[in-house]
């Protein structure tokens, strides 16, 4: 499935028109395009390298699945990845979708690794702030990551009224969210301050956890690692059966990784 906008100064002019036409509107003076894929397949990928000339490398990290969020820059054009969350409350899972972005002087190309990845949030956040559309790939951009990050912060505070609803049950948790790397004093002192400290990641190779021992010196016993990487979103229940399977609920203290 392809998407595809073209916007004449600060104008949106044309959608869902062929990407092969895009070569020849960015001809045309005060032209951006957008041009979203969803599990593209080598001919799409192809048409990405041909109409504008993208780094092999970045193409190939665009159709890799799971990789870290990052941003790269290539001599004329960035690469990034990032991932949109959202938690379901009534089945205390949290789900991610991963996108991948080519951001150039006049274009933006999303490629989305699954259909989950609710493309027309984005489209919205467009369409309610079109008179931003002046500022060109500046624009997108920003409607992009705008989606994305709110959408961090939603999940986020659902997560926060799933433990609420914990303590009401009679589990009462301590709870950190590590927000950056490197680390702030506060993840240091919220670990000094137990005895045992969960951390919860959704990779194979506990990466924060190696982190934490590594760059803060602190003892691998400490740090318990709870791991989730078959593919599936993690869930609360998840975390919960780990946790009860290791120790009595009710004396630990779970370190939560925020996906950004």
Not at 152 to 176: I, S, T
Request: proline share 6%; aromatic share 8%; hydrophobic share 45%.
């Amino acid at each position: 499935m392809r998407h595809t906008r073209l916007y004449r100064d600060g104008a949106l002019v044309a959608k869902d028109f062929p990407p092969a036409q895009i070569s020849d509107h960015l001809k045309e003076a005060g032209t951006v395009v957008w041009l979203d894929l969803c599990e593209p397949d080598r001919v799409d990928l192809d048409l990405v390298v041909d109409e504008f000339g993208l780094h092999p490398v970045a193409v190939e990290d665009a159709i890799q699945q799971h990789e870290r969020p990052k941003l790269d820059r290539y001599q004329d054009h960035y690469f990034m990845t990032a991932y949109a969350v959202s938690f379901d409350p009534d089945s205390a899972t949290l789900s991610a979708s991963e996108l991948a972005a080519f951001i150039t002087p006049r274009a933006l190309i999303t490629v989305r690794k699954d259909p989950t990845f609710d493309i027309d949030g984005i489209v919205a956040r467009w369409d309610g702030s079109a008179d931003l559309a002046r500022y060109g790939v500046a624009f997108l951009l920003w409607g992009m990551l705008d989606y994305v990050v709110d959408g961090h912060f939603a999940a986020v505070q659902r997560l926060e009224e799933a433990l609420d609803g914990l303590e009401a049950k009679g589990l009462p948790l301590d709870a950190l969210r590590v927000r950056a790397f490197p680390f702030q004093d506060e993840v240091v002192e919220f670990i000094a301050a137990h005895d045992q400290v969960f951390v919860v990641e959704q990779n194979r190779d506990a990466q924060l956890r190696t982190l934490l021992m590594t760059e803060c010196n602190i003892s691998p016993a400490k740090l318990i690692p709870v791991l989730h990487y078959d593919g599936t979103p993690i869930t609360a229940r998840f975390i919960l059966s780990q946790i009860a399977d290791k120790l009595d609920p009710v004396n630990v203290t779970p370190l939560r990784k925020v996906v950004s």
